[in-house]
């Protein structure tokens, strides 16, 4: 007698269970929201360093090149 809904992995299983499962209960007129204004606002300083490491590459390619 074969066993068709057997998974030797239990990879099924687990997803049937994943999907299965009830959202998180959320208070009234919450509003779920992904990614924040403080993400972005702590990006400002890589982005600035950022810039400022490419502009001094670019310098040193031109002082190089012109030298």
Wanted: proline share 7%; hydrophobic share 45%; charged share 10%.
């Amino acid at each position: 007698m074969a066993d068709n809904d057997y998974d030797p992995a239990g990879s099924t299983q687990m997803f049937r269970a994943f999907v299965d499962e009830a959202p998180a209960p959320q208070a009234p007129g919450t509003v779920t929201t992904y990614g924040s204004s403080s993400s972005s606002s702590s990006r400002t300083p890589l982005i600035v360093v950022g810039a400022v490491v490419l502009l001094a590459v670019v310098a040193g390619v031109i002082w190089l090149a012109v030298k």
